[in-house]
């Protein structure tokens, strides 16, 4: 899925969730908030059947209802702590919200330092964050811990459904071929 030039390059995870349904809405920032570029993006996101709501800092929601998006919106501008909130109105799980919500929005950072010193074993390199800046990666939020086990299954699903639709050029390539690696270890041939 290639993406509009106005949206950063971690957007394309986050699109990916919406179109195979794996999360209801998602939150992103357009790199240029003004002028044809951005407009071309919206342009971008409605002809594929999408709602989309922009913000004053650029920020974007996009879902499929209206009503979501507004709601998303609403508790973005909360003035009190909305951490939780926010991350389970964008579907992620329950265990990862608690823990960014245990950071606040101004510790999220902090978290983020603290999971890149962290070691992602086995399958859970999926959940590996690292990659999620350049596009290349299975989930858009920070898990809970290098094993939390409702981030896998969130990138399970969109792995699967990648595979299952036949985008095989998507650069996620490290973690596909972890996978690959798997089943053809297991496979006899
Ligand atoms: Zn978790």
Redesign the pocket.
């Known amino acids: 899925m290639s993406i509009p030039v106005a949206l950063k390059p971690s957007a394309r995870i986050d699109l990916l969730h919406l179109h195979f349904g794996i999360r209801p809405a998602i939150r992103t920032q357009l790199l240029l908030h003004e002028g044809p570029k951005q407009a071309e993006c919206i342009r971008w996101i409605r002809r594929r059947g999408l709602h989309v709501i922009n913000d004053p800092d650029g920020f974007v929601v996009i879902s499929d209802s209206p009503a979501l998006s507004r709601h998303i919106l609403a508790i973005d501008r909360s003035p009190v702590a909305h951490t939780y909130h926010l991350g389970r109105a964008l579907g992620y799980?329950?265990?990862?919200c608690?823990?960014a919500a245990s950071f606040g929005d101004e510790g999220l950072e902090k978290w983020a330092l603290a999971l890149r010193r962290r070691s992602f074993d086995g399958l859970f390199r999926a959940i590996d964050p690292r990659g999620y800046t350049d596009g290349k990666g299975l989930i858009s939020h920070l898990?809970?811990?290098p094993r939390?086990?409702?981030?896998l299954r969130m990138a399970m699903q969109l792995w699967q459904s990648l595979l299952r639709h036949g985008y095989p050029a998507i650069p996620i390539d490290g973690v596909l071929q972890l996978f690959r690696g798997r089943r053809s270890a297991g496979t006899k041939d």
């Open positions: 799980p329950h265990c990862c608690l823990k898990p809970c811990s939390c086990h409702a981030s």
